[in-house]
């Protein structure tokens, strides 16, 4: 079966760094999303890692570990608009449906 | 292309009603899926589309859902008989890119009362 694991809360100060971890099960690879959601909106795309690494853009990076099934969201200089979910997702399977599996979404909650 | 839209943004409806939520994806892409969402827990895939025709149906669905996307523009998705439990967001979204980015639309939030 198909897995996606990440903590319920975390708290973080304004201006801090934090790490958001994400573990996954899946049949098949292709690849491993970040999104952002804030309260009472829609998803919105983060991030893509489909090699091993990190990868950066501007104040967040995600990294990937295929081998460890493993990754994280890092958000630098937080902002209190970062307060959101981040949700960690993956394609089901190998097929090429492009059908997600999210995990239940970190909540983040930036304190002055 | 201004995103994809969704029509209503709320409904409040009784239980047993049928109510049908609207999707107008971006202009030629040619994936539309449909996702539920609860509180405190991420979206759940319910049904995808390539172009007019329903290639998959999540075990979720239950008979007294069903989505149709004539045309392979805009999609509906109706309930039948509602009940309590299938309060909840309706994203829509669509997929433009090979790397499987998705574009979500606003949400239906749906309580049935």
């Known amino acids: 079966g198909q897995n996606i694991d990440q903590p319920t809360e975390m708290t973080a100060t304004e201006g801090a760094i934090v790490q958001i971890n994400c573990t996954y099960q899946?049949?098949?690879?292709?690849?491993l999303f970040w999104y952002q959601q804030h309260a009472g909106e829609a998803p919105t795309f983060l991030s893509y890692?489909?090699?091993?690494g990190l990868e950066e853009k501007g104040r967040f990076s995600s990294f990937l570990s295929r081998s460890k099934g493993y990754s994280y969201l890092l958000l630098k200089e937080l902002q209190m608009k970062d307060s959101a979910s981040y949700l960690c997702?993956?394609?089901?399977?190998?097929?090429?449906?492009?059908?997600?599996?999210f995990g239940q979404g970190t909540t983040l909650q930036v304190k002055p | 292309d201004t995103g994809v839209s969704q029509d209503p943004r709320h409904k409040i409806t009784k239980r047993g009603q049928n109510v049908t939520f609207r999707c107008d994806p971006i202009?030629?892409?040619?994936?539309l899926y449909w996702y539920r969402q609860t509180l405190g827990q991420g979206p759940e895939f319910l049904t995808y589309?390539?172009?007019?025709?329903?290639?998959?149906k999540s075990r979720l669905l239950s008979d007294r859902f069903s989505a149709e996307r004539p045309k392979g523009s805009f999609s509906t998705l109706e309930i039948q008989r509602t009940e309590q439990g299938d309060s909840a967001m309706y994203l829509c979204?669509?997929?433009?890119?090979?790397?499987?980015?998705?574009?979500f639309g606003s949400g239906t939030r749906l309580t049935v009362v």
């Open positions: 979204a669509d997929q433009g890119g090979a790397d499987y980015g998705y574009t």
């Open positions: 202009s030629e892409h040619n994936r």
């Open positions: 997702a993956a394609p089901h399977g190998s097929s090429n449906t492009g059908k997600l599996i």
């Open positions: 589309f390539q172009n007019e025709a329903q290639l998959e």
């Open positions: 899946t049949s098949g690879f292709n690849g």
């Open positions: 890692n489909v090699l091993d």
